[in-house]
């Protein structure tokens, strides 16, 4: 196979622990060195949090396996110091296009709304991704300590502290941690290791997963077709990577051999039914899936926490896996943080379960409907699906019916315990537990995003009408959890006036946002002890 | 609004009888894919949920 990428090899250093003997208390660690334990580790580190990353293995993904990545990550990475990167490198999409047979019967655009910094999608190979994470990582030094080969074995989650065996090639060592992050994936060993439950559906169905090098003129569009001329009876899914490369995804039904189906004698003839004869290309990654969709019932215990993969299990369709899991790292380290520095209660690291698994439930909602539509699991389900796609194609009305993966998108914290419900009335998207929404503005005469305006811990948006600021909003900048500022039609310009739009700004309307840039609360007038007390309950403290 | 469980048609024989018809000469393979179709055009007609779960619940009534 043609290799685009060369895999870094990391080295392995011993643990000094191990050199020394010594048993040693860290106070934070993320078991696996995935985007998900990437992303944890550089959110705990930007917030102070030293931590300790353990990785079995001593590469990058092998295999692209996730490649696109949604507008939120891209704003999660951004705030971490590491997004732009990613898009510069990546493909950037918004159209997708659905196909039967011979003809396009549906076409979708994922960000109908311009004024956004990120893109709606990104595609990107896994391990161009875990690389520049991993190169981020570097800028925090001492902060992040990421040690390959370095194995979990085994592991007792105590009251006050979690205890680890970690296997490296010197033998056996062990480690203590305050807090620890389970990021090791959809086969997490750690979740064995508990004896906790991961529970859900397997789909009886296979998918050809490749990543071919080619010249192309197919555009940056997401094409699915169902029934092609070229893979009768099955799906087929296609996205442009970066390098020239092409994800191409065959759908094979439950009655075929994933080992046969690997070999390239058995995949480069597929290719060519649907490239043509004459197409040149090369294979770069070759594997066979069975999909399911499940989670663990929570995803806290005590001072272990699960994130990512390990924690919820998606099929692809919809491209929820990394995306939903960098969204579990923006939720949990904030909340960390505030209750190491003692200025928040336990029960805030209880809203990561609420909340997180609020988010896993409808990313599993939405991936098990896309499969059971794409991979529809009786007769009668087929027949239906076919109908959809046939009066799809004369049809408007059957067109929203069409499910070939409805995309990533985030889920808003709709029920959390830690939004203050409106008292007010408010026009438009932005509601309580919402994640922000980005809009174009100038700060001292410089053109930036909102986003980029929000502070790492908690912020007030405050529309004023004369650019004034009510003295005590401006005081909370010095509390004991600090509250910053920003005002629009003050310090901030509202170029194009969306963000006055986008929220609904109203003067005198003020909004609590969150350090994980969500909305909290939001009060058409500030009124300090409605305020205070929508702060406690952002912080967890009724 | 509730689903209409009383006599709406107003030739009920009409209907029948072209719904029948609408079938006559196909397989049941392609009398099914009419079927679903036909669900499929009456439900958006419809267009509100609760009055289609109320229609699909009475539909499977008797079997479990
Ligand atoms: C074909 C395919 C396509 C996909 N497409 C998309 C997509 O387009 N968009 C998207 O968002 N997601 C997609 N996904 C899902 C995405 O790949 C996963 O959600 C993502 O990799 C999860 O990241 P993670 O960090 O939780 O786990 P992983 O990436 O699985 O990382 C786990 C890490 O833990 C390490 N580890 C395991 N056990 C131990 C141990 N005992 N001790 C130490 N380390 C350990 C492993 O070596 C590994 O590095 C796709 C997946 C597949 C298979």
């Known amino acids: ?542 | 609004m509730s689903l209409i469980l009383t006599p709406n048609i107003p030739t009920p024989d009409d209907f029948y009888e072209k719904l029948i018809e609408t079938h006559r000469g196909l397989t049941d393979e392609q009398s099914r894919d009419v079927n679903c179709k036909l669900v499929l055009l009456l439900a958006n007609h419809i267009g509100d949920l609760p009055v289609l779960e109320q229609a699909l619940a009475v539909a499977r009534d008797g079997y479990e």
């Open chain 1, 1 to 542: 196979m043609l290799q685009t990428y060369s895999y870094p090899e990391f080295p392995y250093v011993q643990p000094p622990e191990q050199a020394s003997g010594q048993l040693v208390r860290k106070t934070a660690v993320v078991v696996g060195a995935g985007p998900i334990g990437l992303t944890t580790a550089l959110d705990f580190a930007s917030r102070g949090i030293p931590v300790v990353v353990l990785d079995d293995n001593n590469t990058v993904s092998i295999g692209s396996r996730a490649v696109c990545y949604a507008k939120r990550p891209l704003e999660v990475w951004d705030r971490l110091g590491c997004a732009d990167r990613m898009v510069d490198k990546g493909v950037s999409w918004k159209i997708g296009k659905v196909f039967r047979d011979e003809e396009q019967v549906y076409q979708f655009d994922l960000l109908p709304e311009a004024d956004h910094k990120y893109p709606a999608f990104i595609n990107l190979q896994q391990y161009y991704l875990e690389e520049y994470l991993l190169d981020r990582a570097k800028d925090f030094g001492d902060l992040i300590d990421i040690r390959w080969k370095n194995k979990v074995v085994s592991l007792k989650n105590n009251a006050d502290h979690v205890r680890l065996s970690i296997e490296t090639p010197d033998g056996i060592y062990d480690m203590e941690a305050d807090w620890m992050v389970a990021c090791d994936g959809a086969k997490s060993d750690i979740r064995s290791m508990i004896g906790a439950e991961f529970t859900g559906q397997f789909f009886q169905d296979r998918f050809l997963i490749a990543d071919v090098v080619m010249k192309a003129d197919f555009p940056a569009e997401r094409w699915f077709w169902f029934n092609p001329p070229f893979h009768r009876n099955q799906s087929v899914l296609l996205h442009m990577e970066a390098d020239n490369v092409w994800r191409i995804d065959f759908q094979l039904g439950w009655d075929c051999d994933p080992d046969e189906e690997k070999k390239p004698e058995k995949v480069i003839p597929r290719l060519k039914a649907m490239l043509g004869e004459d197409a040149e290309f090369e294979l770069e990654w070759v594997s066979v899936y069975q999909f399911a969709c499940r989670r663990m019932k929570s995803f806290r215990f005590g001072r272990l926490f699960f994130a990512g993969d390990a924690a919820h299990q998606v099929s692809p369709f919809g491209a929820r896996g990394a995306n939903t899991g960098v969204q579990d790292s923006d939720n949990l380290g904030w909340k960390l943080k505030l209750v190491i520095d003692g200025l928040a209660p336990d029960s805030l690291l209880d809203s990561y379960n609420a909340e997180r698994i609020y988010a896993a439930d409808d990313n599993l909602k939405n991936s098990t409907r896309s499969t059971d539509f794409i991979s529809p699991k009786s007769p009668v389900s087929k027949a239906f699906r076919d109908a959809v796609l046939d009066l799809a194609n004369r049809h408007s009305f059957a067109r929203p019916l069409v499910n070939s993966g409805r995309l990533s998108s985030p889920t808003p914290y709709a029920v959390s315990p830690l939004n203050t419900p409106d008292s007010d009335s408010f026009a438009g998207k932005m509601l309580p537990g919402t994640n922000c929404a980005d809009a174009p503005v100038r700060v001292n005469g410089a053109d930036g995003w909102l986003l980029n305006q929000l502070g790492d811990g908690f912020t007030a948006l405050y529309f004023s009408a004369d650019g004034s600021v009510p003295a005590d909003l401006a005081a909370l900048a010095g509390a004991p959890v600090p509250v910053k500022t920003i005002v629009v039609g003050g310090g901030l310009e509202d170029v194009k006036g969306l963000v006055t739009e986008r929220y609904d700004g109203t003067p005198g309307t003020v909004y609590l946002i969150r350090p994980d840039q969500h909305v909290a609360a939001r009060f058409r007038h500030f009124d300090a002890a409605r305020f205070s007390a929508a702060l406690n309950t952002a912080l967890g403290k009724n």
